[in-house]
């Protein structure tokens, strides 16, 4: 029976695990993006490696956990919806393991007169996923307090998009001096920092589905 | 000649195993919390062991009702109530054992001219209603109480996943316990006036003439649930309205309790001693029963997603089934005595006068049974044996399989 194996505690220690390695993945983006605008590119590097780990073990626990579920028939009637969670869960990580990349690979050019609005999306992006995971995690040991912690990721992903809109068009705009493929390549790394947020509203519209489902 | 007699018994017994023992694991099978492997192994189980344990309370206010007196009134009997159940099942309708039993006992009275027992008549017919009202509150309130723990105690999804797993398999236990032991009186009970056999010594204990028949009659009900009852269990847990796994171990908890309070002598003694009119030990309906608990959670919920429909064949089935088991009785106990020559029994007054013959005690039945118990012994211990290398085989392959999908992606 269940509550005698060992299954039930290695299970939440895995989803727990999983919410630990998007927890610390947008920590180390944070970072990350910080010591490039910074120009320290040693600790930028050294911050690729580590959302490289933390991705990988994320994938792999992911695969463990439905595995889990599916064999020992775990959560049969929420099985679906958890394993969606766990998976937009992981794009998130995904996504600041490409935006890393594409750091890396196409070194972008940000006029210094950027950083601050760079770090402001960042920032913004980066607390719309952050404030996901205590969600995430009250999905399974709180339902009734879910949906009041998914404000704050609302929140965050509009003034995402609003600070990204005027860094927009502020090099649109103002910024004449750059020449149009420029001003392309930052929209699109920017675009690309907007794509966490993103990946947390639709997390949160997920979560808010399944924790009415739960308490009902 | 006994097995010739007795089929009709096994063959209510199986369809009961088919039909209302899914009942007890149903939502938990339908709900996907218990494979049907698990439930239709613990549920035959522990049928078997309420039925001789517990099943004589039940099967005595059924005697009450009417004492059938001969070997072939008790085969025609069991055997009206099986076809009525048979073909109730066959349109869709949720029938019960019980009624059906009820029926046919007493187009056996009014064949045979005995008179049928009003108190016992009324006690039962009032537990059909009262049966599935008892269900539906006592659901509600356990709805409400785990609801409430659920809501303070912060427990982790999965954990409370797997308290609610356990919980279950040991309330089904319990459930299958008691629908042993409240529901062989309808498969068992109208062979015992007609049944004398010695009493079985099996170095632990002792089983009398009656419990052979349960066992016997629990047997059949387990063959049922293992046969029969998957189709039954999957649509037994999403038929009536979806049911989440606490809704689940909470209808499961409620039949149980109710079938349990309608079987046993101690708890009626306590309910007495307390000075509160007594329970009478009555085969309920173990169909209804949960339908009672699953529209009372539906009914606390806010009654948007219950199929009403059911509701009107419950009531249905209350008139109609007895109705059409008892004619049917009538009818058969008619041609058999007729045209087969058989005794079917007399008024109660006149036995000695005619020299209606029971079976009597015969050594060599004792001795089947005997056998039968020690081949289900074997047969119980290589199914776990072999369950379990299943289970471990599987977990093996699994490990290997994903190993070598990590070893190749590295």
Known sequence: MAVFTRTTKNLILKIEEFFDNIDLGLLVFREGVKAYLEKDIDAFNRHIQKVELLESTADKLQRSIENEMITHSILPQHRSEVSSLIDVLDEIIDTIKATLNEFSIEMPEIPASLNHNFISIMEASVSAGEELIPAARAYFKSPYTVREKLLKVYYFESETDKVSRNTTRIIFQEMKELDLAHKSHLRYIIHHIENISDNAQKAADLLSAMAIKIVM | ?410
Do not use: C
Request: no cysteine; glycine share 10%; aromatic share 10%.
């Open chain 2, 1 to 410: 000649m006994i097995i010739l007699f007795l089929t009709s018994g096994l063959l209510l017994g199986w369809s009961l195993g088919a039909n209302d023992a899914a009942n007890v694991f149903g939502s938990a099978v339908g709900s996907k919390m218990v494979s049907f492997r698990k439930a239709a192994i613990i549920a035959s189980v522990f049928v078997i062991l309420g039925a001789v344990i517990q099943g004589a309370g039940a099967s005595e206010t059924l005697g009450k009702l009417g004492a059938v007196n001969a070997i072939g009134g008790s085969f025609t009997v069991a055997l009206a109530a099986a076809v009525t159940v048979y073909f109730m099942t066959k349109f869709g309708l949720p029938v019960s054992t019980t009624q059906a039993i009820v029926g046919a006992i007493i187009g056996w009275n009014l064949f045979t001219g005995n008179p049928t027992d009003g108190k016992a008549l009324t006690q039962i017919v009032s537990t059909w209603v009262s049966g599935p009202v008892i269900g539906a509150v006592f659901a509600v309130l356990l709805y409400i109480i785990l609801k409430t723990i659920k809501k303070n105690s912060s427990i982790h999804l999965v954990r409370f996943e797997s308290y609610i797993r356990t919980g279950l398999i040991i309330v089904g236990a319990f459930g299958a316990y008691s629908l042993g032991a409240n529901n062989i009186a309808n498969v068992m009970g109208v062979f015992i006036p007609a049944f004398n056999l010695h009493d079985l010594d099996l170095g632990i204990f002792t089983l009398s003439s009656s419990q052979q028949l349960f066992l016997l009659g629990g047997l059949a009900i387990a063959a049922g649930i293992l046969t029969y009852s998957n189709r039954v269990m999957e649509i037994v847990g999403s038929s009536i309205m979806e049911l989440s796994s606490e809704a689940a171990l909470v209808v499961v908890l409620a039949q149980a309790f109710v079938l349990f309070i309608f079987s046993s002598s101690g708890f009626s003694s306590f309910i007495e001693r307390i000075g509160l009119p007594p329970f009478p030990m009555v085969p309920v309906s173990s169909t209804q029963v949960i339908i009672g608990s699953v529209i009372g959670i539906g009914l606390y919920k806010g009654a948007r997603n219950i199929n009403f429909r059911i509701l009107g064949e419950i009531a249905a089935g209350w008139v109609v089934t007895p109705i059409i088991s008892g004619i049917l009785a009538f009818f058969s106990l008619f041609f058999v005595k007729n045209i087969f020559s058989i005794d079917v029994g007399v008024k109660a007054g006149n036995i000695s006068d005619t020299g209606t013959q029971n079976i009597q005690a015969d050594p060599r039945v004792s001795l089947i049974i005997q056998y039968l118990i020690l081949s289900l012994l074997i047969a119980g211990i290589i199914a776990v044996l072999f369950y379990y290398f299943l289970e471990r085989k599987k977990k093996i392959e699994l490990r290997k399989s994903e190993e070598k999908f990590w070893r190749n992606l590295k």
